[in-house]
């Protein structure tokens, strides 16, 4: 529906404390520029260091990606995905982790992002079980600005989820993984360099590139946060961000999110039929219990929009404008 679309409006944003452009950006950087420091994680074809730009002294996280495993494994099309949408995103909004360069080797591809220093946000409900309820709405703001921004750009996150929601050392949280996301509109960066794979080794005889291959009706994104009109339908629009936010909202005073069964499969069986129950002993504030449920609604028509939401009375107050952490000092 149309009134559900916050994307048709593609608004200019704010500079808001981004760095600009250096001319240094211009010259081509490579590992030589960065002091590397410890592993601080690693994806499923990824691993992820701290490192420190040589020029300036800033610590930054750098994602090395082996070309080799993407080819065989597949996976090129989501590395371009990543980048092709961090690049739109890119240098606009505080609640995106930026890329700053990226660059390559005979082996690897490297992307120069910011570096959160506090991980992931699961790893913060974790340590607490849950959150408090000004800590929740503090984080919950930033969850929600980030992605208006994100679906004003044309981009629908797809895989939304505390994993893919990162901390910085201010707790201003920036929304990572894009490999999943679906981008609208036109392609982006026809002058963007071409990530060079002929270098890559291929011992395996078998090894298929197959670039273009759309894989319509594969799932995307993770079981519990995954909405109804993906499972039923095939359906994947702005609405199922919503969805996940709903989820992750919940998650904040439950600890776990709302839909989690034994298996993949009864997990699903719960999304569609919306089953899930605000357990006895959490205090969930009244406000958010109503929230949850406008949110959680399973025609994707009737769920409230990104919009609606920032206007629900448990934001009353907000400051819109500047969800930052100083706003969340102000709270009394
Ligand atoms: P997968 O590829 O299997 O979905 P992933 O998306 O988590 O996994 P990466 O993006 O390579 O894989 O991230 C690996 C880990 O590194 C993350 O779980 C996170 O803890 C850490 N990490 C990633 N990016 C950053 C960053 N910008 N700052 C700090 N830590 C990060």
Redesign the pocket.
């Known amino acids: 529906s149309n009134n559900s679309n916050p994307s048709v409006t593609q608004q200019q944003e704010p500079n808001r404390s981004q760095p600009q452009l250096q001319s240094s950006q211009l010259i081509k950087r490579s590992a030589r520029d960065y002091q590397f420091g410890q592993k601080?994680?690693?994806?499923?074809?990824?691993?992820?260091y701290s490192a420190v730009d040589v020029h300036n002294g800033k610590t930054y996280?750098i994602?090395v990606l082996s070309k080799q495993y993407i080819v065989k494994e597949d996976k090129i099309k989501y590395v371009n995905i990543e980048k092709t949408t961090l690049h739109r995103l890119g240098l606009q909004h505080p609640g995106i982790?930026q890329l700053y360069y990226t660059f390559q080797d005979e082996a690897s591809l490297f992307f120069v992002?910011?570096?959160?220093e506090y991980?992931?946000l699961l790893s913060i409900i974790r340590k607490f079980g849950s959150l408090s309820e000004p800590v929740s709405k503090f984080y919950m703001c930033q969850i929600v600005d980030a992605v208006r921004f994100i679906h004003s750009k044309g981009v629908i996150h797809r895989d939304l989820k505390p994993?893919?929601i990162?901390v910085a050392h201010d707790f201003s949280l920036k929304i990572?993984?894009f490999?999943a996301a679906k981008l609208l509109g036109s392609s982006d960066d026809p002058n963007d360099e071409a990530i060079d794979y002929n270098s890559v080794n291929q011992t395996n005889g078998d090894t298929a590139v197959t670039t273009n291959q759309d894989r319509k009706g594969s799932f995307v994104g993770t079981a519990e946060y995954v909405s109804p009109e993906l499972l039923k339908h095939n359906i994947c629009g702005f609405e199922s961000d919503v969805w996940a936010i709903g989820c992750i909202l919940f998650q904040f005073f439950n600890g776990v999110p709302p839909f989690k069964g034994e298996t993949e499969y009864l997990t699903f069986e719960k999304i569609i039929n919306v089953n899930y129950n605000f357990a006895p002993g959490i205090p969930y504030p009244p406000e958010v219990v109503q929230l949850v449920k406008k949110i959680l609604v399973a025609d994707p028509a009737s769920r409230l929009t990104i919009p609606q939401i920032m206007s629900d009375s448990w934001f009353s107050g907000v400051p819109w404008d500047d969800v930052s952490y100083i706003w969340y000092r102000k709270v009394p």
Do not use: P, R
Not at 40 to 48: L, P
Not at 113 to 116: E, G
């Open positions: 601080i994680g690693e994806g499923s074809y990824s691993s992820v996280a994602k982790v992002l910011d570096f959160a991980g992931e994993e893919n990162l990572t993984d490999g």
